[in-house]
């Protein structure tokens, strides 16, 4: 009885852990979530390398590239969203919301692009802030707030255009006032040597890097992992989960409205019936990628290889000659596998 | 011993009801630093309304709260926490995919640099998590892993770390061993009385007679919103305690009813094949 009382000092429970002192590079390596889809991006890359010979060329890897950053974008923000466990089904009409936001606004009151980029922004920032305000008021699944957000969007963009426009598509902007400065920064090349490189590339990278910064190394990224994790316990320890999660909703709108502006640049007028089925694609990716569908695990840079792999089969099937037609057959094997390479890589890399 | 002091915690004559039901009912009870002080009962008895109020949950109905000798009517758990009382709920708020380290921090995280680059300071944090938990006896190869590996004894452990670490003076356990094996119970019952010798005034809220017995110093036994037994440790044998907990005088007349209707234990007759 007695003896408990002096209490010395505590035991040391090391016991179930002295076999494993320290955890091991290959440990730690095969513990990242990104691992699965970069094994799976090296499987995938050294088929069409293979098989492809104009897939081999500077080139053809520009344009591997250029795909892979179009639907890699948006990815970074969904990839975000999906860590703070919810889900955005309205991020690829959203992209064409913003598009035709911009566009028509410019257009219709004849004021300098840039004045539509900005409101476009407004507008995708907006969406997004709807999409949070009403998860977290109504505690709704995300699936469906933003499933809805997709449907109202998807009749929004077709009847606004023909309502504004007259017509399923907007109008050329391209002898506008601003037009020629959004190109430079939205939709332009750089020349690296001999290969031509789309500016896209090279915001993706730079978005990634922010990403991931911000989650391994900020409060906000912190906080993103635990309320995906366990948004009760996050609560409990002063998280503000509710602002968390609508700050997630409109880096979704963000991502989406660079996405979309890049689209109007590159093509000077926007198709209102575009961007339907593209979320899934993001949604894709970032789990390819490693994101756990329940929130609370993944990385930004596994959604940038997911997005890759994405952007490389769709350029690699033409490169080969295949009918591109069997694209999707080949998106929905991929993710299929890569869930499955993830889990079994997760599992091992917890069980040594 | 500390008799003479100021309690940190101290309810007197505190009574609370949920509309008609009284769930607690005349309670008094005065917790000390350098104290494990038990709270003991079964389903029902209370001891949930007791810290919710004093943990600053819920509001209380009639009699006197006070901390340190001042009174306090407490509107959420943030009061509380800013005057030290921290509570270390059964779910122990932990994200278990997240690094112990980031879940140690999480909500109160160290910054460095100014804003644009205001990153974590995640050195210091790996270095203060690892501090902190050996100076509790808790020895991890990695502070990296996600806490959700540790055993239930250790998360537990770690959620009373993080509690001391961050300033609580009162240390609010509820429950801590229930849903642990003997083993794990014995690891937490240690850094219990580890927090109690680092100074702290601890409330362990427990249905188990045997754990509280061990490390406890002031036993509150709850009955029906009541109190059953207010006794200190030297006052009373784990006998005692159990009997009180099993329900006391209520068991001492069930006995004699069960006397009475046919000698004591049950005697199956197996009379007549």
């Known amino acids: 009885m007695t003896q408990v009382h002096p209490a010395p000092a505590p035991p040391t429970p090391r016991r179930e852990h002295t076999q494993v002192s320290r955890k091991s590079w290959s440990k730690r390596f095969f513990g990242r979530p990104e691992v699965g889809s970069l094994m799976g991006a090296v499987a995938i890359f050294v088929m069409f390398y293979a098989i492809a010979d104009p897939f081999r060329t500077p080139g053809a890897q520009s344009t591997v590239l250029y795909a892979s950053s179009t639907i890699g974008i948006v990815t970074v923000g969904v990839c975000l969203l999906m860590i703070g466990g919810e889900f955005d089904l309205s991020a690829g009409v959203g992209v064409t919301t913003s598009a035709l936001a911009a566009s028509m606004f410019a257009f219709q009151l004849s004021l300098n692009v840039w004045v539509g980029v900005v409101f476009a922004l407004l507008v995708s920032l907006g969406i997004g802030l709807f999409n949070g305000f009403v998860l977290t008021r109504t505690k709704l699944p995300s699936f469906l707030v933003t499933l809805a957000t997709f449907l109202m969007l998807q009749g929004l963009n077709l009847a606004m255009t023909k309502l504004v426009t007259g017509n399923v598509a907007t109008n050329s902007i391209s002898d506008m006032d601003g037009f020629d400065s959004a190109k430079a920064i939205f939709a332009s090349s750089v020349q690296i040597g001999s290969v031509s490189v789309k500016i896209t590339v090279f915001w993706w990278l730079l978005f990634v890097a922010v990403a991931t910064w911000v989650l391994l190394r900020t409060k906000v990224g912190n906080w993103i992992f635990a309320v995906g994790g366990k948004a009760d316990s996050a609560r409990a320890v002063g998280v503000p989960v509710n602002r968390t999660k609508i700050g997630l909703f409109m880096t979704v709108g963000f991502t989406a409205w660079f996405a979309g502006m890049h689209k109007l640049f590159a093509f000077n007028t926007v198709q209102s019936g575009e961007g339907v089925g593209q979320e899934l694609i993001f949604i894709a990716a970032a789990v390819v990628g490693g994101c756990l569908l329940t929130g609370g695990y993944g990385s930004a840079i596994g959604a940038a290889i997911g997005a890759f792999i994405f952007g490389m089969t769709g350029q690699g099937i033409v490169f080969a000659n295949w009918n591109p037609d069997w694209y999707m057959f080949f998106v929905g094997i991929t993710l299929l596998v890569a869930t499955l390479l993830n889990l079994w890589v997760r599992n091992r890399a917890a069980r040594r | ?273």
């Open chain 2, 1 to 273: 011993m500390t008799d003479n002091h100021t309690p940190v915690v101290e309810l007197d004559g505190v009574g609370k009801s949920y509309g008609n039901i009284r769930a607690l009912d005349q309670v008094s009870l005065a917790v000390h630093e350098n104290q494990v002080t038990c709270i003991l009962g079964d389903n029902g008895a209370g001891k949930s309304t007791l810290i919710k109020i004093v943990s600053g949950l819920h509001g209380y109905d009639e009699g006197s709260y006070r901390v340190d000798g001042v009174p306090v009517r407490f509107t959420s758990p943030r009061d509380a926490l800013d005057r030290g009382i921290a509570t270390v709920y059964q779910d122990l708020a932990v994200v278990p995919l997240m690094p112990v380290w980031r879940n140690f921090f999480l909500g109160s995280e160290i910054t460095t640099g100014t804003w644009p680059l205001r990153r974590l300071d995640v050195g210091t944090m790996r270095a203060t998590t690892d501090t902190e938990l050996k100076k509790m006896g808790i020895d991890l190869p990695d502070v990296e892993q996600p806490i959700g590996t540790l055993s239930g004894g250790q998360r537990q452990c770690v959620a009373i770390a993080r509690a001391i670490h961050f300033g609580a003076r009162v240390l609010i356990l509820d429950e801590p061993t229930a849903a642990l094996g003997v083993k794990q119970s014995g690891v937490v019952l240690k850094y219990i009385a580890a927090a109690r010798d680092a100074g702290l005034a601890v409330i362990f809220i427990t249905h188990n007679p045997h754990h509280a017995f061990l490390v406890g110093d002031h036993f509150t036994v709850l009955q029906h919103g009541r109190i059953e037994l207010d006794a200190a440790r030297a006052d009373l044998t784990l006998d005692d305690l159990t009997h009180h907990m099993a329900g006391g005088a209520e068991l001492d007349t069930l006995r004699h009813e069960l006397d009475r209707a046919g000698g004591p234990g049950p005697q199956p007759q197996l009379s007549g094949t």
